[in-house]
């Protein structure tokens, strides 16, 4: 289609408006279909936390679900998936991470671009935290003291990346908030031992 102005012919302005409203069709389409995916992540950690494997991994799937149909719409727009899918993708690397630590003692890999990862990873020292509370809660000194080594250990491997915020937004403020949870769940074991 051209578009004349006066007896100026601008061809590539139509292209570039099309091309612009496919790009918004898409991101309004993704904006509706991943509202779920949240909810669905922070409903599987307390599931998780509770014991409720079953319903954690219910969560997991309905998230997954939701992530991988916003991928598929998507397709071929690759600028748009990092920005409209980034919170789902790093709550659905916390949510899995966790089941993995609560399950089986082991931090999984999760299919995600690494930087969620690395983002849920983060997040999910605050809720392994949770699960150490709980032990102690119970009484369980021993496995708070563990998960309080492995929290430790986590740490230290994310420690070492450091990435301006345009590389991997957050990136600093959530490894001083690890920092600050592991500490405190520190102090909490040095005072159930007195």
Same mark, same amino acid.
């Given at each position: 289609m051209v578009l004349f102005f006066g007896s100026l012919e601008l061809c590539m302005l139509s292209d570039v408006r099309e091309e612009l409203e496919e790009v918004y069709g898409k991101r309004e389409e993704v904006l509706r279909r991943r509202r779920g995916i949240v909810p669905a992540c922070q409903e599987g950690v307390i599931y998780s936390l509770r014991g409720d494997v079953e319903g954690a991994e219910e969560k997991r799937r309905e998230a997954i679900k939701l992530i991988r149909d916003c991928e598929r719409v #998507?397709?071929?727009?690759? +600028?748009?998936?990092?920005k409209l899918l980034g919170s789902g993708y790093q709550e659905y690397a916390e949510l899995v991470i966790l089941q993995g630590y609560i399950e089986n003692g082991e931090v999984p890999d999760v299919d995600v671009p690494g930087v969620y990862y690395l #983002?849920?990873?983060?997040? +999910?020292v605050g809720e392994i935290k949770r699960y150490a509370m709980l032990k102690l809660g119970d009484g369980d000194l021993e496995t708070a003291e563990v998960i309080l080594r492995d929290l430790e250990d986590i740490y230290s491997e994310v420690n070492v990346f450091s990435y301006p915020n345009s590389i991997v937004p957050g990136l600093k403020r959530k490894k001083d908030v690890a920092r600050g949870v592991i500490n405190d769940l520190s102090r909490n074991i040095v005072s159930a031992k007195i």
């Open positions: #998507l397709e071929g727009f690759p +600028a748009l998936k990092s #983002l849920g990873l983060l997040d +999910a």
